[in-house]
Antibody, heavy 120, light 109 residues
Framework: QVQLVESGGGVVQPGRSLRLSCAAS????????MYWVRQAPGKGLEWVAV????????FYADSVQGRFTISRDNSKNTLFLQMSSLRPEDTAVYYC?????????????WGRGTMLTVSS | QSALTQPASVSGSPGQSITISCTET?????????VSWYQQHPGKAPTLMIY???HRPSGVSNRFSGSKSGYTASLTISGLQAEDEAHYYC?????????FGGGTKLTVL
């Protein structure tokens, strides 16, 4: 079945870097844009970034612009989020998501999320 | 940059109907027809309930409906059930970027 599985979260010190991964299965990954959405503990959802189906177009939230890089490997059905200069306010559950049966911008498929804690 | 404002909480009794509003509070125009709504239970990933203002994905109960008037989109849940108790988030997609509302906690009394 259609599935997204995030990994790579953990505890990291402020200023350090970390890469998250999202493994996709059950659909033609290379045909769909992919997204990262995050949720700080006890807070609401925050859209982070999007990458086009072929990786040529990428857009970011202002809060992560210049620090985070979204990428994908269509040969491995995997989405990535490279995070650098991490801040305590980046602490959140990071979800990958996509739009398969609905228009882009609405997310009908979500992973379970991976938790990132930025703390010294 | 677009911002979406939702009430922090709403409540209703089983069988009743409730409506959650989502108001765009910025100069953003156009693309506001790309409004979607998500349900999130504690500790779970969000679930898409409505897209493009009023369309329901396959499998979503017809008790959930969406609409829009001016700069305010709304999610209506009819025939409230205990399982509807959750957080609800609106989202808008404009110029390749998405934004979420702050979320509304629905309590079923």
């Amino acid at each position: 079945q259609v599935q997204l599985v995030e990994s790579g979260g953990g505890v990291v010190q402020p200023g350090r870097s970390l890469r998250l991964s999202c493994a996709a299965s059950g659909f033609s990954f290379s045909l769909y844009a992919m997204y990262w959405v995050r949720q700080a503990p006890g807070k609401g959802l925050e859209w982070v970034a999007v990458i086009s189906y072929d990786g040529t177009d990428k857009f970011y939230a202002d809060s992560v612009q210049g620090r985070f890089t979204i990428s994908r490997d269509n040969s491995k059905n995997t989405l990535f989020l490279q995070m650098s200069s991490l801040r305590p306010e980046d602490t959140a559950v990071y979800y990958c998501a996509t739009s398969i049966t609905v228009p882009g911008g609405a997310f009908d498929i979500w992973g379970r999320g991976t938790m990132l804690t930025v703390s010294s | 940059q677009s911002a979406l404002t939702q009430p922090a909480s709403v409540s209703g009794s089983p069988g009743q109907s409730i409506t959650i509003s989502c108001t765009e509070t910025s100069s953003g125009v156009g693309g506001y027809n790309s409004v979607s709504w998500y349900q999130q239970h504690p500790g779970k990933a969000p679930t898409l309930m409505i897209y493009d203002v009023s369309h329901r994905p396959s499998g979503v109960s017809n008790r959930f409906s969406g609409s829009k008037s001016g700069y305010t989109a709304s999610l209506t849940i009819s025939g409230l059930q205990a399982e509807d108790e959750a957080h609800y988030y609106c989202s808008s997609y404009v110029s390749n970027k998405s934004v979420f509302g702050g979320g509304t906690k629905l309590t079923v009394l």
